[in-house]
């Protein structure tokens, strides 16, 4: 006599299961999450008011993404003629932020996207990089910055207050 086949079955079940589970992705990008505060966004952001102009980050930079001038000026202090990075190259490794010896003059950004159709467009220099509208510091290597961003969140906190 043969035995009976529950293969039938135990599919159908599994795609029950299926069906009624929580997703565990988000409509992305219409729904979004809050990344991690410590995130090594795909920006930089530079404060050329307070940059010595050590060249520190140049140096530690291991794809040499960044690329800075100097010259000195009238007082004879060093100042940046030009201060550029190439993002097509950058690993977003962190290391020039680290490498900063001035509190407030590089940032990692808290931005996750980049996308163009150009490489060149991924060069960003002077000005482009400077502090302002929707160019949010992450608070990479900046734990005063980490404070005041928003927890990441987590899937399983969604599921959490989807459940609620
Ligand atoms: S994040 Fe890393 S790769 Fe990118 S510019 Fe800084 S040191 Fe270079
Ligand atoms: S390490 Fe900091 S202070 Fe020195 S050149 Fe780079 S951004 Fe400016």
């Not at 043969?2 to 589970?21: D, Q």
């Not at 510091?137 to 928003?150: C, F, I, M, R």
Request: one cysteine or more; proline letters at 5%; glycine letters at 6%.
């Amino acid at each position: 006599m043969s035995r009976p086949n529950f293969g039938i079955p135990k599919g159908l079940l599994v795609t029950l299961k299926n069906i009624i589970r929580h997703p565990v992705t988000v409509q992305y990008p219409d729904e979004r999450l809050v990344i991690s505060r410590r995130a090594r966004g795909t920006d930089i952001i530079w404060n050329k008011n307070t940059c010595i102009a050590c060249r520190a980050c140049e140096r530690a930079c291991p794809t040499k993404a960044i690329s800075i001038d100097v010259s000195r000026g009238e007082d004879k202090k060093l100042k940046v003629d030009r201060f550029q990075i190439d993002f097509g190259t950058c690993i977003a490794c962190g290391l020039c932020v680290e490498s900063c010896p001035v509190e407030d003059a590089l940032y990692m950004s808290y931005s996750y996207e980049r996308a163009v159709y150009r490489r060149e467009d991924l060069i960003s220099s002077d000005d482009e990089l400077l502090p302002g509208e929707g160019k949010q510091p992450s608070g990479y290597a900046h734990p005063e910055v980490e404070k005041t961003l928003t927890l990441q969140t987590l899937l399983l906190d969604k599921d959490r207050e989807d459940s609620q």
